[in-house]
């Protein structure tokens, strides 16, 4: 969810999304400066209240970029690096698929097996199911157990058992639907057709042919030099996130933005996966009445106009991660996290669009504005919020004090560190019954926000929302 402190009164989330999405970073529009994506990184921290980042770029195969912000450690101020280890959640599906490819290329199965030719005890149901299905988030299988407990460890056996009591969603091939339990079959198969564990297999055959050698499944009892903690927040500031114990072949691996720069080197030859592989896996899927949905094999894929992308996130307690490749234009971004409930794409996307200003976001176009006065007035609260006041806006009483509220638990804390408000634009008006609901984009210099507000016809405002 979006924390607290970045929406006030009658929560509206029709232009925001659930999940923190990072804010665009407002850079130059020519190439990208160090000093340029380090403040923007910073200023981005301050409003999402990250812990600590670690950054990686990499253009035609060379690490241009490899840096740590923040902390990595809050309790022993140990500083995040571009080798601190992190855990990468659903980023790690791309590894489950690659060994799966391998297994291909070796002919030990085809995409098109039934997965009950590999899985003992399947339903009638599954019978059906592909290994591509499994592959491709198209097998109709449910996303997760109900009342799963990441607290349980237990065989990947057991909770296989456990998941063919669920009714499929679909006819397999019929739809999309995103099921971890697919990559639970996946690393199962793994075992049955190598007979070792998958973990030992990805490893000797994905990780260590690309020199990977951060890169390890999830542990809590081993020792990991250079792990980051992971953290939630909240009204009260920091708290260490819930640890999960059971290990996922969904969200299986600890790596660093570093290690992530190699694989991203073993993906441009065919060290590890030949090309026909490579090809199958970033194809969008194709479902039973031809139509087809952008996911490929552990992959997301899409186009930033006319720039193709592959991509994935992944986050659990505690922690995010994104990795998105534009490989027309050879430019490769990974950002890692300890925080949970953020969404770093659009980051991403921005940091790539620096050294390629073709990917650069377009800018949401201002409006004619037929009353500048509140956007004055949006101004002047904003410049008073992140000096800790509230000042004399027009406010209804529940707004103010709802706001009152929110300066006590320094919501507004990072707005202080942006520097001065640039400008103040309106992106959207429209009538709200009595009144107006309007939307602007307020400009920092290396952060945008918005401010979504209605004002009745009194004048008063009484719903206000700061995001990014």
């Not at 009204?235 to 260490?240: I, L, Q, V, Y």
């Not at 996130?313 to 990795?323: A, I, K, L, R, S």
């Not at 200003?357 to 992140?386: F, G, H, Y």
């Amino acid at each position: 969810m979006i924390p607290s402190w970045h929406t006030i009164a009658d929560r509206d989330y029709r232009r925001w999304r659930l999940l923190a999405i990072s804010a665009l970073l407002v850079l130059s529009p020519t190439l990208a400066t160090a000093d340029s994506i380090d403040d923007s990184i910073v200023a981005l921290m301050a409003w999402e209240r990250i812990p600590g980042l670690s950054l990686a770029v990499i253009r035609n195969g060379s690490l241009v970029k490899a840096k740590g912000y923040g902390m990595a450690n809050l309790e022993t101020s140990t500083p995040a690096t571009p080798e601190t280890v992190y855990r990468i959640a659903s980023v790690s599906k791309q590894f489950i698929a690659a060994a799966v490819m391998v297994l291909v290329q070796d002919g030990k199965l085809q995409l098109n097996d039934p997965i009950r030719r590999y899985l003992d005890g399947t339903p009638a149901s599954w019978e059906g199911i592909t290994v591509a299905q499994l592959l491709s988030h198209t097998s109709g299988i449910a996303r997760d157990l109900p009342g799963f407990d990441p607290l349980k460890v237990q065989p990947d056996s057991e909770f296989l058992r456990a998941s063919f009591a669920l009714p499929l969603r679909f006819k397999p091939g019929e739809h999309w639907a995103y099921s971890n339990i697919n990559y639970y079959c996946l690393a199962e198969i793994i075992r049955k057709v190598t007979g070792r564990p998958w973990d030992q297999y990805v490893a000797d055959r994905i990780f260590a042919p690309a020199g990977m050698t951060r890169t390890r499944t999830t542990t809590v009892e081993n020792i990991v030099p250079n792990r980051a903690n992971g953290y939630s927040s909240g009204d009260s500031g920091f708290t260490n996130a819930e640890v999960w114990l059971a290990l996922r072949p969904s969200g299986a691996f600890l790596s660093t933005v570093l290690d992530f720069a190699k694989w991203d080197a073993a993906l441009y030859s065919d060290s590890i996966l030949k090309d026909s592989s490579k090809a199958a896996m970033w194809s969008p899927v194709t479902l039973n009445d031809g139509s087809t949905h952008p996911y490929g094999f552990g992959w997301f894929i899409d186009q930033r106009p006319g720039h193709r992308r592959l991509h994935h996130g992944g986050g659990v307690p505690g922690f995010v991660c994104e990795f998105d490749r534009f490989i027309d234009d050879r430019i490769t971004v990974v950002i890692m996290a300890n925080i949970g409930g953020r969404v770093l794409e659009d980051t991403a996307i921005a940091v790539a669009g620096d050294f390629v200003p073709a990917l650069k976001a377009l800018p949401i176009p201002a409006i004619d504005d037929p009353d500048p006065t509140l956007a004055a007035q949006i101004k002047d609260i904003v410049e008073n919020l992140a000096q800790h006041r509230i000042g004399n806006g027009p406010f209804t009483t529940s707004l103010e004090a709802e706001l009152n509220g929110e300066l006590e638990k320094d919501a507004f804390k990072s707005l202080a560190s942006f520097g001065p408000i640039l400008d103040v634009r309106l992106i959207e008006r429209k009538a709200d019954g009595s009144g107006w609901a309007t939307s602007y984009k307020v400009d920092y210099r290396n952060i945008e926000l918005f401010v979504d507000c209605s004002r009745d016809r009194t004048g008063r405002i009484g719903k206000f929302g700061l995001h990014d």
